[in-house]
Structure formats: structure tokens, C-alpha cells
Nanobody, 117 residues
Framework: QVRLVESGGGLVQPGGSLRLSCVAS????????MGWYRQAPGKERELVAS???????NYAVSVKGRFTISRDGAKNTVDLQMNSLNAEDTALYYC???????????WGQGTQVTVSS
């Protein structure tokens, strides 16, 4: 009932910035939490940041202070502003939405972020 489309990934030098965007469509009124996860080669998928319907954010320790998550209820989008990027941020980034009903758990297709000199 919910579909997600991510954009904004790319290649950036260490210390640079990128902004990821995720647009939700479908049964958007069912969405409670929106967030971003990432998976690096050889690693498990991990939470990067999430934000509740009320605007409360949650960040992984590794990105806190560098990344900012935001949500636009009117446009049904969630963005991730990524600053001071380093090589350890290289990963495939996935948008995710969850509903108040735990059965709602939807993933986007992913957008690649590569941080390299």
C-alpha cells in the first residue's frame, strides 16, 4: 500500500556533502516512522536515522552531528542531509517507512553513496 522512491546518491570526496530524498506514495496516512538505513559491502544493514510523525529524530552514533533527517508531511517526503562524509559512510542507502501497525514495513530500492578521493 506504500511505495518509496529514493534519490540523491552519488560520488563525493571525503568532507563533502550529499542530500538524499525519499518520496512516499500510496497509503501514506498509515505511515508512522520514516527513516534511512544503509548497508556497506560485507556489513549488515544498519539504521542511520529515523524520524517520527511528530518530528522526533533518532540517529546512529556514527552519524550524529553530521547528518540531519527531516520530514515534510505535506509532500510525504523524508530527506537526509549528510555532511562531513567519510569513507566509512560508503554504502547503499535505503529509505524505510513503518506504520503504527507493525505489519507496515516498506523499503525503497536503495541509492548508492560512495565517498572516495
Amino acid at each position: 500500500q506504500v511505495r518509496l522512491v529514493e534519490s540523491g546518491g552519488g560520488l563525493v570526496q571525503p568532507g563533502g556533502s550529499l542530500r538524499l530524498s525519499c518520496v512516499a506514495s500510496g497509503s501514506i496516512l498509515l505511515i508512522s516512522t520514516m527513516g534511512w538505513y544503509r548497508q556497506a559491502p560485507g556489513k549488515e544493514r544498519e539504521l542511520v536515522a529515523s524520524i517520527t510523525r511528530g518530528g522526533t529524530p533518532n540517529y546512529a552514533v556514527s552519524v550524529k552531528g553530521r547528518f540531519t533527517i527531516s520530514r515534510d508531511g505535506a509532500k510525504n517526503t523524508v530527506d537526509l542531509q549528510m555532511n562531513s562524509l567519510n569513507a566509512e559512510d560508503t554504502a547503499l542507502y535505503y529509505c524505510n517507512v513503518k506504520g503504527s501497525n507493525k505489519r507496515l514495513d516498506v523499503w525503497g530500492q536503495g541509492t548508492q553513496v560512495t565517498v572516495s578521493s
